[in-house]
């Protein structure tokens, strides 16, 4: 690009408290494409965020893609003991992975880019926010992925040992103080869902929400048939406690009434870092399950299987696996906290069950009805196609930033 075209661009600084490559992540898939959507447009793109030097040299075409400029601060390492290290934060007056993402060299390098004065400067996630000066002195918007508050929340209610019920409540209380803080720091406030700008508005009291649509690269994620009969696919980072909740809650509760049905039957939990209590729980009960755990591409664990489900009672924003796999074709069942969020209508686009015995029996009848997943299949392709491509999303986000930038409501 010659000078003169590159003068004219207006500067984005974006910062993220992860490195985003490889892109294992709903978070990270759902910020990737928006930096790939406005990469080339009216911004120039500086990325900053943690990193080592081998990870930018293995990942250097993915990055070039989503930005013109990376920087990055050096990543800690955890050890075997950051389990325990991370729990000493409970006596922080911030909740435990908001204080667990402070680090001095980040903080200082932000403040410096901040000092050249880019146009407009993006927090992405509500845990980058603690990387931030208190004033933010340029045009500023906050990249929310979740109402965090509410995820502590519900843990709270799930757990059922009185001392986790305590400590839930403990963060949750602490969580929610940090976002009320955080969300009136920002100019504009980016939200995923209609829901989360309104429960931003009604909790916290946000008058600054913008919200932007989920967006799917649906020429990556391409379409197929569920043929694979008897197949069964979730696909979510399984180093996240509610997609490790939903699992168990799905092996215990749900599992035992799909196999009576269906013996033979077989499910596949794709995602990276899947817990070893989990994996050997379902081999001590000669469950014919598989966790594959990180993979380069989830398309040929999910294109063509008879079911993906999201059996999740713990979540916040929206869960990108859904649209994900109705692009693909996967016919999908799923809680309605799974799809919350999302405008998508039971019976049409997907099934929704919210005890145990409904959803094993909406997971049955799509296993015994060829003819009804490739209905339900192909009514989801066209719907995510019409109304979420990425680019659509981007360019949302894309007003957010102007809006911040100069002002305007």
Known sequence: MSG??????????????????PVDSGGKIRTTQILRGLKGGDYEIVLVSPATPSQVERHRDAIDGVCDDFLFWPERQRGPLFPLLRLLHVVSALPIPIRNDWDRDAAA????????????????FLHSVVLAPET????????THNVE???FDRHQERATRWFMRALWRAQARKMSRFEASALSRFDVVVAVSERDGKMFHDRFGCGTTHVIPTGVDLDFFSFAEPVRSGEVVFCGSMDWVANQEAIQYFMDEIWP???AAEP???????????????????SSRGLNWSF?????????????????VIPMNIAGGTRLKAYEALAMGSPLVSTSIGIEGLPLEDGTHCLVANDARSFADAVISLLRDRARRLELAGNARHYVQENFSYRVASASFAEACERARTGSP
């Open 4 to 21: 003169s075209v590159s003068e004219k661009r207006k500067k984005l600084l974006f910062v993220s408290p992860r490195f985003l490559f």
């Open 109 to 124: 390098l932000i403040a410096k880019l901040l000092a050249d004065g880019p146009d407009v400067v993006v927090f992405d």
């Open 136 to 143: 933010v002195e340029v045009p500023s918007v906050l990249f």
């Open 149 to 151: 508050s509410e995820i």
């Open 257 to 259: 009434l799909v196999v």
């Open 264 to 282: 033979e039957a077989r499910m596949k939990v794709v995602g990276r870092d899947p817990p070893a209590w989990l994996a050997e729980r379902a």
């Open 292 to 308: 594959t755990g990180f993979v380069d591409d989830v398309r040929p664990h999910v294109q063509g299987t008879a079911v993906s």
